[in-house]
C-alpha cells in the first residue's frame, strides 16, 4: 500500500492499475485514501460483501461494531466532533439504514462532518419491496447535506471524493451513500482514487468582502458597549486563537452559545458566560443593552434568542457565518460577512483599534454577582439531597477542566454547561439542535477513539442513560476507557421542570422507574459506584477521575430541582428568571 496516501491531493492515488478489484474493495481504498482509519458499524446482508472485504483490511481500518445503528451515528459524531476529522458510519439496508437518520438529523443542524455508507439491495430489485428494502435516499434528504446512491461499481470513487469534500468543507454536515449489492460485487478495472478538490455549482468557501470587513470595523471602533456572542463556527474554523486575540485587542466582552463553548477560555477576563435559555444572567440581559451585536459562527436559534420581537431592537448587528443562508434568517443584520469565521477575524484584527471596554465588562460583572447569590451559591454549596450542580462544579475542579466532555440532554445537559469551566477547544460535545436523547454514551465512545490519550466523560440523565444502555457492549467489547457519570433523579427532569413551572405540576408520564445500573454495569464488566450522600462525593468523583478503566458512577440528586436561570417561552432574554416566581 502507498504510504503516501493523501498526501498529495493534486496526484490520483492509484492501486493495482493492471488488476481487478471489487466495489466492496474499492470503497474501502476511498477510505483509506481520505485518511479514515476507524469505522463505527453494525453488518447486515445488504453490505456484506464490503464487511468480507473489510476482514483483509484491518489493519488500516479499525472497525468499532456498536450496538445499534443511531450509537454508529453518534460515535462518528463524537470522533468528528474533537478531531475535526470526517466520522464514518456504516450499515446495512432497510432498518439499518434507518436507523441513523436521528444520527443525520442531529449532525445536520450541529453542522457535524460525517459520511454514513448504508447498503441497499441489487439494482435490479429497486422498488420491488424487496427484503429490507427502503428508499433510504428519498428519506434522508431532509437531514443531510448531500446524499447519493451508487447503483454500478465504476461510480464509488467519484462519488465517495464527492462525499468527502461535501462533508467536511464549508459549513459541515452530514452525507449519506446508498451502494447497491451488486455494486458491491462487480469488479472494477484500473481502480483509482482522486480527492475532490471543487464542485463547480458550490461554493464551499465565500470569498472575503474587505469592504464588509470595512464596515464592521467601523462599526466595532465606534461602540461603546460591544458584545461578541461567539458560537460553533469559531471552532470548526480552527479560529479560537483568533477570537481571544480578536476580543484582547478590541476589548469587546465575549460570551458563548451551547456549542460554541470552549472556544474562548472560560477563566479569560474577557468571557462574561453561557448564553441562552439556561445560561447565565448577564449574558441574557446586556444582549438588550449593549449597543452592537457581533455574532460570530452562530445563527440565533431559539433558545439564544428568547422572543425575536424582543431581541437586541437597540443594537446594529454584525454576522458572520459561511452559511449564506443564515443571514436574515432570523436576526435583521447590519453588516453581515459570509466569510469562513477564522478568515473575517484575521481581517477585523489588522481593521479594528486597540480599545478598552472595562465599564462595560463590570456590568456583566455586576450580574454576575447577583446569579452567584440568588442561585449559584445555593447550588453549588447546598444541604439537602445532592444537586447537579455541585456535583460538575466537583468535577471541573478535580479535572481542571482538562477533560473531554459529551453530555447528553436535558437538566444535566444544562448544568454542566453552567458550572463546567471549558478551558479548551473541542472539549464539549453536545447534541445541541436537535437535542437527541441518547447522544452521550455512543458519542463519548467515538471521541475517545478519536482521542485516546484525552481523558473523555459522559454525562447523562438516568432517562438518556436507557435511550443507549447498549453500547456498554461496546464499551466491554473494546474496552473504551470512557467515564460515565449518570446524575439520577428518577424522572424526565427537564420535562418534569417545564411540568411543574408552566403545567400545575401535572407530572404526566415523566416518572421513571429505574433499573439498578450497577448491576447492569457490573454484567458488563465495567467498575462502577452509586453515591447519595453528600459526604462521599468527593473521593468517588476523585476514583472516577483517577480510573485507568472504564468508570461508571451513578449520582443519586434530587428529583425536585430546577434549572435556573430560566428564560420562560414567549419571554424576551431580559426578562430571564433567577428563580421560580
Not at 452 to 470: C, E, L, R
Request: proline share 4%; charged share 20%.
Amino acid at each position: 500500500m502507498n504510504n503516501q496516501l493523501g498526501s498529495n491531493k493534486n496526484q490520483p492515488i492509484q492501486t493495482q492499475p493492471k488488476s481487478k478489484i471489487l466495489g466492496s474493495e474499492a470503497l474501502l481504498k476511498c477510505l483509506i485514501a481520505e485518511n479514515v482509519t476507524v469505522i463505527f458499524g453494525y453488518p447486515g446482508g445488504a453490505i456484506m460483501p464490503v464487511y468480507d472485504s473489510l476482514y483483509f483490511y484491518e489493519d488500516k481500518l479499525k472497525h468499532v461494531l456498536v450496538r445499534h445503528e443511531q450509537g454508529a451515528a453518534f460515535a462518528a459524531q463524537g470522533y468528528a466532533r474533537v478531531s475535526g476529522k470526517v466520522g464514518v458510519a456504516l450499515s446495512t439496508s432497510g432498518p439499518g439504514a434507518t436507523n441513523l437518520i436521528t444520527g443525520l438529523a442531529d449532525a445536520l443542524i450541529d453542522s457535524t462532518p460525517i459520511v454514513c455508507i448504508t447498503g441497499q439491495v441489487f439494482s435490479h430489485l429497486l422498488g420491488t419491496d424487496a427484503f429490507q428494502e427502503t428508499d433510504v435516499i428519498n428519506t434522508s434528504i431532509p437531514v443531510t447535506k448531500w446524499s447519493a446512491q451508487i447503483t454500478e461499481a465504476k461510480d464509488i470513487a467519484g462519488v465517495m471524493a464527492k462525499a468527502f469534500y461535501i462533508a467536511k468543507s464549508g459549513r459541515p454536515g452530514p452525507v449519506l451513500i446508498d451502494i447497491t449489492k451488486n455494486a458491491q460485487i462487480e469488479p472494477i478495472d484500473n481502480f483509482e482514487y482522486k480527492p475532490c478538490l471543487s464542485i463547480a455549482t458550490y461554493n464551499s468557501k465565500p470569498k472575503l468582502q474587505l469592504d464588509k470587513v470595512a464596515k464592521a470595523a467601523t462599526l466595532i471602533n465606534s461602540s461603546k458597549r460591544p458584545y461578541i456572542l461567539a458560537g460553533q463556527g469559531v471552532l470548526l474554523s480552527d479560529a479560537s486563537k483568533e477570537l481571544v486575540a480578536f476580543s484582547e485587542k478590541t476589548g469587546v466582552p465575549v460570551a458563548c452559545t451551547l456549542l460554541g463553548l470552549g472556544a474562548i477560555p472560560t477563566e479569560h477576563p474577557n468571557y462574561v458566560g453561557y448564553l441562552g435559555m439556561h445560561g447565565n444572567y448577564g449574558p441574557n440581559v446586556n444582549t438588550n443593552n449593549c449597543d452592537l451585536l457581533i455574532a460570530i459562527g452562530m445563527r440565533f436559534d431559539d433558545r439564544v434568542t428568547g422572543n425575536v420581537s424582543k431581541y437586541a431592537k437597540q443594537a446594529k448587528v454584525i454576522h458572520i457565518d459561511i452559511d449564506h443562508a443564515e443571514i436574515n434568517k432570523i436576526i435583521k443584520t447590519d453588516v453581515a460577512i459570509v466569510a469562513d469565521a477564522k478568515d473575517a477575524l484575521v481581517a477585523l484584527i489588522e481593521n479594528c483599534k486597540k480599545n478598552n471596554h472595562a465599564d462595560w465588562i463590570e456590568t456583566f460583572e455586576q450580574f454576575k454577582k447577583v446569579e452567584y447569590d440568588k442561585v449559584i451559591n445555593n447550588e453549588i454549596h447546598s444541604t439537602g439531597t445532592l444537586r447537579m450542580a455541585e456535583v460538575i462544579n466537583r468535577l471541573s475542579e478535580i479535572s481542571k477542566g482538562e477533560a473531554i466532555i459529551v453530555t447528553d440532554v436535558g437538566q444535566h445537559q444544562m448544568i454542566t454547561s453552567r458550572y463546567y469551566q471549558y478551558k479548551s477547544p473541542r472539549t464539549n460535545v453536545t447534541s445541541g439542535g436537535a437535542g437527541s436523547m441518547g447522544f452521550s454514551l455512543p458519542a463519548s465512545i467515538g471521541a475517545k477513539f478519536a482521542l485516546p490519550k484525552q481523558k473523555v466523560v459522559a454525562i447523562m440523565g438516568d432517562g438518556g442513560f436507557q435511550m443507549n444502555i447498549q453500547e456498554l457492549g461496546t464499551v466491554m467489547q473494546y474496552k473504551v476507557p470512557v467515564k460515565i457519570l449518570i446524575l439520577n433523579n428518577n424522572f424526565l427532569g427537564m420535562v418534569r421542570q417545564w411540568q411543574e413551572l408552566f403545567h400545575e405540576k401535572r407530572y404526566s408520564s415523566t416518572e421513571l422507574q429505574n433499573p439498578d445500573f450497577i448491576k447492569i454495569s457490573e454484567g458488563y464488566g465495567i467498575m462502577a459506584k452509586r453515591v447519595d450522600e453528600r459526604e462521599h462525593l468527593d473521593q468517588a468523583l476523585k476514583e472516577f477521575w483517577e480510573s485507568e478503566t472504564a468508570f461508571l458512577l451513578e449520582v443519586v440528586v434530587g428529583c425536585q430541582h430546577n434549572v435556573f436561570p430560566m428564560v420562560p417561552s414567549g419571554a424576551g432574554v431580559s426578562e430571564i428568571l433567577l428563580e421560580k416566581n
